[in-house]
């Protein structure tokens, strides 16, 4: 069997996971140069009104005396979006061209200042944004109460959240529209598989290469649904061909053979090629299970029940009468009579009577049912290879013949009923099959 990855995610995940991380992207990425391409022109025109402002209050400066200059300056300091103060020497500033747009906007206001304005981002641990600026001796700083080259880079995170969320579910709506189709498939391939030839896709989509796959699937429905009515009308004009002149060899010879010992060897001959008709017949049966709830116990006891002779097989039969499955009472009916009947040949030593051991147990959502005799085992590399079709195991399981199709028959029922089949050597010896049946 190849080895399954550790991780595992299935289309629809895979497609949706893509999608959304290249859509994600995108929006991050129009976001950052929408802002980039925004901010340029945003720091030139805070530029052009910046310096239009210094060269105003320049003007108003230089007009007047210096008695009245303080009275100027006191008065433009009580506003709030631009004050003007007289520079000290002793006065801590920052520069503010510490990035790309921000440099370009201190140079632009000094190519309308003059190459020896200042521009800072704090001054006296006071942020904004300062232009100092030279009035003939004296020294003047202008702050606004704002840096627009930050304004301009704020990021509207409540935007981007809005478009991540729009990406993650326009996401997960293609990915459905893409993956549905597929779903589609594998659903119906899997009715399929159980038996239902009927399953049909639809071949109207709108998507041309859809449409070719549903109809090719549809055909192939159509032949494995004819093949199967030829399959179960040639099997049973087999059966009933074959039993008929077996039915009439068995009458003759119970009429004609005198030698008792012979005529006793040639009706087991006769019973054995019957046997080995129904064994076809059984491996052959279609997939069809009707699942109720039963009671394990009363199935179990029955089907032991037909086994009743001390001198070929023993039962110790250890299931509780509170343990129900869902499942076919038939069809599980047909597994154990398979496996005891398995055991009884096979799973007993020379010379005495195969011991069976019935036990059973709850398993979280799992019944799970072993059946173990106390033969002589099955060599551990053969062990996978006892549900293939007509394989026998070694020569000590298999000195009565037969069809080999008894535990491929166990095992093929017991995946139409949902369940598991596992067969191990028993510790101590003999042979252990186990059944996980979907519990109650």
Known sequence: MPRRPQIALNLFWRTFAWLALLLAGAVLAWQFTFKA????????????????????????????????????????????????????PNDRWLPYDTGTFSRRLAAELREHLGPDTVVARSVNDVGGLWVRYVIGEDAFWLKTTAAPLSVALTTDWWWIAIALLATAVGSALIARLINQPLRELADAAGRIREGEYDSRLDETTLTSEIREVNMGFNRMARELAKLEED??????????????????????????????????????????????????????????????????????????????????????????SELAVKTDETELGRILLNLFENARRYGHQPGQAALVDVEASRQGHWVELRVRDHGPGVPPDRLARLTTPFYRGDAARTAASGAGLGLAIVDKSVQRLGGRLSISNAPGGGLLTALRLPAI
């Open 231 to 320: 399959r179960a009308v040639m099997l049973a004009g087999i059966s009933h061909d074959l039993r008929t002149p077996l039915a009439r060899l068995r009458l003759e010879t119970e009429m004609s053979v005198q030698d008792e010992q012979a005529r006793q060897f040639m009706a087991q001959d006769i019973d054995q090629l019957d046997a080995i008709i129904s064994k076809f017949m059984d491996y052959a049966r279609p997939n069809e299970t009707q699942m109720h709830e039963v009671r394990l116990a009363d199935i179990v006891e029955r089907e032991a029940q037909g086994f009743r002779d001390v001198e070929q097989i023993r039962f110790r039969l250890r299931v509780g």
């Open 37 to 88: 391409l925004e901010a340029e022109p945003r720091a030139l025109e805070a530029a052009e009104q910046l310096a239009g402002l210094v060269k105003l209050s320049r003007v108003a400066l230089e007009h007047t005396d210096s008695i009245n200059r303080a009275a100027v300056i006191a008065s433009l300091g009580r506003g709030n979006a631009v004050q003007v103060r007289v520079a000290e």
